[in-house]
């Protein structure tokens, strides 16, 4: 046994210390530890180089540092006789910084003690490798998400509590393979607890998709893209013809005052107010759920407008306003304003009263005939069931003229308002008022084709929604998880297209998911190509990183600055990370460590391969 | 067992470490015969006491080791010069022939592309192999090669030959490298080898295999070394024996500096010291750190390599040995002669390497046999690919697409 010690020491055994300059600590290497790897009973072990580790024995404390750097000094001691072996011509040396210490069994970041000159330094064995990259908690259920790139065959896993409870960030150029990476993270994930009724109950994953890259539009029906089609909603939104499916959002969210304002860029002091009168006003809304009731109220408006004596323009563009509105709803709303405008007219030169023109005359003074002749079109009208949206369209039309009506209001003011309302229609392909709650748990909702415009306030409305409902929850079990990939398209903080009240609106509601999000079991997943372009509270708040290929200057100083679990090389190394590598780092890796992503199951990859030039061109 | 050289992660080994390998009678078994139980016999046919004439044990013995010359040694001679021969003898030479020179050259590469110049260039070869396939497969492509003869008129055998390498200047630049260098270790003695005046000298024309055959052998027994056994050799025995009809072939077959395939008997002084020399430099390098053994065609039936090598393997936890098994059965046999199933290698440093078994028709068979062949193709080759390959074949493709000739 006493053998054994000397022997294993004698083959783990580097070199020394030789100097300690704070946290950098710097190792002469013996002369004859200069391979790249070293064999021992059967196995192979790497050598001491940059990025590995080293252990440093000073007393009975075993610190762990991670080497950074590396450099010769020729022996001056050397003397070149004849008789000479290469290795002894130069002292190599390691430059270490200190990154922790076994306690006991576990390896835990943070130096307590800092090394002696003379302290000997030893290679890991595989036990205490292993040590190092145990990521798991006591009470921590492991997934395994790939494979240490440095070395081969030491599988990385990492703790579900500590993963999915936290705030992650995916970063990479385009193309580095962070789809995969997220892909593959729910994909372990799922498959570890897919099976379980109350995983199914008590956690929700909606999953911000704006290339596609999570569905497959060839075989919707088989999608299987990070999990089966049967457990997750597929939402393919779209504001192109409205045939892409509809997301449901509760009736109380799409009467959010807030949301209304900022969407229709209404102005804080006159065009805001209104528009809460114009939607908590239910006068109107009641009446526009059936045909009678929706003519009537059309009716009323322009008589008491007649009866005002409002301009014969503004009655007109009253009744153009709905048709833009509700769009053919009302079958002949078209003719009706062609008679309007070719049968109604003043009378008198005070501009005091209308008058209809009829073939058998002229109608006017005597409102018992007057009226019935003027909306005697109306009989006719067919009338198609309107959506909540043209509905809240409608709303604010008439709140406008009503207002106009009977309290003058400035028009100047709010008319902007009123041509913006064509908004609303994108709203009404993709989203649906629906208080039904879905039974599957995952929902991926792809925006891909679904305008600029749209692909901003979705996500915003969306997550604000199911953000507000599990606030509201106070159920501690309860689990929900955002996904955004793509995120800077709606995490920029610096967009020139968009109003400032409206992007910070847009900051504010994902800042406090992700300040408070973690006391109501919300956490977010957000992968990006430019960490420059998101906000820097929002990035500097995530738990856990995986960092892929980064080439930008920009996006690698906002991951220096807003990172601090990076160390030195971990952070030399994004630049030249390969495709499907990345370096994993944050509160759930006790050491930054660069993994090679583990392939995910066959068919459940996202689509977002690059496409082969050569082969298409054949 | 799917992709070994991945598993036991063998390019990363063969990168950092001394390179040796073991060869036994199985590297030339495409052209000689392999010793069967040849060994056996001898041993046996010494430990018996019951044979009372000494000219019946020495007939025996000249019966055993006829065998031996004519199924190994005397073939040599063809190995040299093999215009004479039929062609299906000269294929079989030139096959095994050529399976010695890929491995020369596939090793010769990995060497050279290891491009460390904190490493050492030599590779040991030990072998327990007399013939000269060997010597005669690294003449034939022009590698540098140590067999432990000096150079001259007569060069003498001299262990310290071993440790000399070789250093080429290039034309241009005066810079100069070491090149690879396979030192050629027969423990077992060499037919290249002739003892004189307690010195060995280098026998280039094998002139001590004509001396024997020049001898004339009558009325020895046949041996099958398949199916005979001691006690089946002594029914063969003839009633009368003339001396004269062998004696004469026992001396001149003593002259050869060969240990003969027996357990432990040794005639010749000089070959005496020079075997335990040489086992000696192959424990030593056994005992260097991170070192590689090969074992190829080797069944460790010898005793004293097998327990040699067991006793580096304990001493020294950076050593890994990797032993190529002809087949499954072959396997089981070296699991057993080295001790494998009852955890005697205490570092776990010996690995026997077989080949994968496959379902054919509800019976599993061998998925193929290592052959010298086939180590060479799924080893050594397919490491030498994985490291080059890909932009070797690109650079070539890329210069013939250049010149219009695909």
Redesign the interface.
């Known amino acids: 046994m006493n053998n054994q010690q000397v ?2 020491d004698s ?1 783990f055994k580097i070199g020394e210390v030789l100097s300690v300059d704070g946290r950098k600590v710097k190792i002469k290497v013996d002369k ?1 530890k ?11 072990l790497k ?1 001491t180089s940059v990025g590995s580790y080293v252990k440093i024995i000073k007393g009975y404390t075993k610190i762990i540092g991670k080497v950074e750097g590396e450099f010769v000094e020729e022996d001056k001691n050397y003397s070149p006789k004849e008789y000479t072996a ?2 002894n011509k130069i002292n190599r040396n390691l430059i270490v910084s200190m990154l922790g210490f076994f306690d006991g069994e576990r390896f835990k970041r943070g130096i307590k003690e800092l090394p002696l000159v003379f302290n000997e330094c030893f290679l890991l064995d595989n036990q205490e490798f292993e040590q190092v990259h145990d990521f798991i908690e006591k009470d921590d259920e492991p997934l395994e998400i790939g494979v240490l790139s440095l070395e ?2 030491q599988k990385i896993q990492i703790g579900v509590n500590s993963l999915f409870a936290s705030h992650i960030g995916i970063f990479g150029n385009t193309g580095s393979g962070k789809s995969y990476t997220l892909a593959k993270l729910y994909n372990v994930f799922f498959d570890k607890y897919i099976q379980n009724q109350k995983f199914l109950k008590q956690a929700k994953f909606y999953l911000f998709d704006f290339n596609g890259e999570y569905l497959d539009s060839k075989k919707s029906k088989e999608d299987s893209v990070i999990v089966d089609i049967k457990y997750k909603n597929v939402y393919n939104l779209s504001t192109r013809n409205g045939e892409g499916n509809k997301f449901p959002v509760l009736e109380k969210e799409i009467y959010d005052i807030n949301f209304w304002s900022i969407f229709l860029s209404a102005t804080e002091k006159t065009q805001t107010p209104f528009l809460k009168r114009a939607i908590e006003n239910d006068f109107y809304a009641n009446k526009f759920n059936s045909k009678e009731t929706i003519v009537d109220a059309i009716k009323d408006l322009i008589k008491l407008m007649i009866e005002k004596h409002i301009e014969k323009g503004d009655i007109l563009s009253f009744l153009r306003d709905i048709e833009k509105a509700i769009n053919k709803k009302l079958s002949n709303l078209n003719d009706i304003i062609t008679y309007f405008q070719q049968k109604l007219h003043w009378h008198g030169n005070g501009n005091d009263n209308f008058f209809v023109y009829t073939t058998s005359g002229k109608i006017y003074e005597d409102k018992q005939s007057f009226y019935p002749e003027l909306f005697q079109m109306f009989s006719n009208t067919q009338f198609i069931n309107l959506s909540d949206f043209e509905k809240i369209r409608l709303q604010i039309i008439f709140q406008y003229y009503d207002e106009l009506v009977k309290y003058d209001l400035n028009s100047e003011h709010i008319s902007p308002l009123l041509k913006r309302l064509k908004k609303i229609e994108d709203i009404d392909k993709v989203l649906k008022i629906d208080n039904t709650t879905s039974t599957k748990n995952i929902n991926v909702i792809s925006l891909k084709n679904v305008n600029t415009e749209m692909k901003k306030i979705l996500p915003l409305l969306i997550c604000k929604q199911i953000y507000d409902q599990q606030k509201q929850l106070q159920n501690k079990s309860s689990y929900l998880n955002i996904i955004v990939d793509e995120a800077h398209n709606v995490l920029s903080h610096n967009s020139n297209r968009e109003s400032e009240t409206w992007k910070d609106y847009r900051l504010e509601t994902f800042e406090e998911i992700i300040k408070e999000g973690r006391k109501f079991g919300v956490f977010l997943t957000i992968a990006s190509q430019r960490p420059s372009d998101i906000s820097s509270t929002i990035i500097s708040q995530l738990h856990n990183y995986f960092l892929h290929r980064l080439i930008n200057n920009k996006d690698i100083e906002a991951v220096e600055k807003t990172i601090s679990y990076l160390d030195k090389v971990s952070f030399e190394a994004l630049p030249i990370l390969p495709t499907g590598s990345c370096i994993f780092a944050g509160l759930a890796a006790q050491v930054p460590v660069m993994v090679d992503i583990g392939k995910i199951n066959d068919g459940h990859e996202p689509k977002s391969d690059t496409i082969k030039l050569t082969k298409n061109w054949k | 067992m799917s992709d070994f050289i991945d598993e036991y992660r063998l390019i990363d080994r063969i990168q950092d470490s001394n390179i040796n390998f073991l060869f036994g009678s199985g590297m030339s078994a495409g052209y000689l015969e392999i010793l069967g139980n040849i060994e056996q016999l001898l041993t046996d046919l010494n430990n018996d006491e019951t044979i009372e004439n000494e000219n019946q044990r020495e007939l025996i013995r000249a019966s055993i080791l006829n065998k031996y010359f004519e199924g190994v040694i005397e073939k040599n001679l063809n190995i040299l010069d093999y215009s004479h021969l039929e062609p299906e003898e000269i294929l079989s030479i030139q096959w095994t022939l050529e399976s010695y020179i890929n491995f020369f050259k596939t090793i010769n590469q990995l060497i050279l592309s290891r491009r460390n110049k904190l490493l050492s260039k030599q590779v040991n070869i030990f072998t327990t192999n007399i013939d000269i396939f060997l010597e005669r497969a690294i003449e034939q492509i022009g590698l540098e090669s140590n067999d432990g003869f000096g150079k001259g008129f007569k060069p003498k055998y001299d262990l310290s030959n071993f440790k000399k390498s070789i250093f080429q200047k290039s034309l241009h630049f005066d810079n100069s490298s070491e090149i690879p260098i396979f030192n050629i270790l027969k423990i077992h003695g060499s037919l290249t080898w002739k003892s004189e005046d307690k010195n060995i000298y280098f026998d280039s024309s094998l002139q001590g295999i004509q001396k024997v055959q020049k001898v004339k052998r009558r009325s020895l027994i046949d041996v099958d070394t398949s199916k005979d056994n001691l006690t089946s050799l002594k029914a063969k025995l003839p009633k009368r024996i003339h001396e004269s009809n062998f004696s004469r072939f026992l001396e001149e077959y003593n002259q050869l500096a060969i240990v003969n395939p027996t357990k432990g008997k040794f005639q010749q002084t000089v070959l005496d010291q020079k075997y335990y020399d040489l086992l000696r430099i192959y424990a030593n390098e056994l005992e260097k750190e991170n070192t590689l053994l090969f074992v190829m065609g080797f069944s460790f039936a010898d005793e004293h390599i097998r327990d040699l090598t067991i006793r580096v393997a304990d001493s020294n936890p950076t050593l890994m040995i990797y032993i190529f098994a002809f087949d499954k059965k072959s396997r089981r046999r070296l699991n057993c002669i080295l001790g494998l199933y009852k955890d005697k290698i205490k570092n776990n440093n010996i690995k026997i390497i077989s080949p994968n078994r496959i379902k054919e028709e509800d019976k599993y068979k061998d998925e193929f046999q290592y052959t010298f062949d086939q180590i060479n193709e799924r080893v050594f080759k397919k490491i030498l690919e994985k490291i080059s390959k890909p932009m070797t074949k690109k650079i070539f493709k890329a210069t013939l697409e250049g010149f219009g000739n695909e």
């Open positions: 022997l294993d083959i004859t200069n391979s790249s790897h070293i064999m021992y009973k059967g196995e192979l050598n290469e290795a081969k065959g």
